[in-house]
């Protein structure tokens, strides 16, 4: 299984560097083809599609790496017991929001999968299939977050809070 988690996190990690790259590079030659008078008409489409993706992905990679902003002053301020309930309540409460979120971007997607991009022949709902995509993803990587937060790995010598709290960081 720790083969294929780190396979993932290499393929995600390579597709959402692709991407941005790919956001960049496309919009510096549409605003260079535009400023020498023959401006690419999708452009605009092609760069929402690419950075709607980028976003839901790298999203999901921040979650993992522990890289979102974050408010940790009242955190900081509790037992280590009551932050690690605190941390459990919080990730339970993202992935009560992510079931939400997620559910309107599928129906989202649905609703827009008649709908073709301006100036494109492809669905509109390519771009909002990111999504309940990266909803999905960022749930998966939440769900493993608590598993290994409430069933933390014993060792002989570490007690049980001491365990949870190094699973916090």
Request: aromatic fraction near 12%; hydrophobic fraction near 55%.
């Amino acid at each position: 299984m720790e083969k294929l988690t780190s396979l993932y996190i290499r393929v995600e990690r390579f597709v959402t560097n692709l991407l941005m790259f790919g956001v960049v590079l496309f919009v510096f030659f549409a605003a260079v083809m535009r400023w020498v008078g023959y401006p690419i008409a999708w452009s605009v489409e092609f760069a929402q599609l690419l950075f709607a993706w980028v976003i839901f992905l790298g999203a999901n990679r921040a979650l993992r790496e522990n890289s979102h902003i974050g408010v940790d002053m009242l955190a900081k301020r509790l037992p280590e017991k009551a932050a690690f309930w605190l941390d459990i309540a919080m990730k339970l409460l993202m992935l009560f929001f992510l079931i939400f979120v997620g559910g309107y971007g599928l129906q989202l997607t649905l609703e827009n999968s008649g709908r073709l991009v301006n100036n494109m022949s492809i669905s509109y709902s390519f771009i909002t299939l990111s999504v309940p995509m990266g909803c999905l993803l960022m749930i998966v990587t939440l769900l493993a977050k608590l598993v290994n937060l409430l069933r933390p790995v014993r060792t002989k010598t570490e007690k049980p809070d001491a365990q949870a709290n190094r699973a916090l960081h």
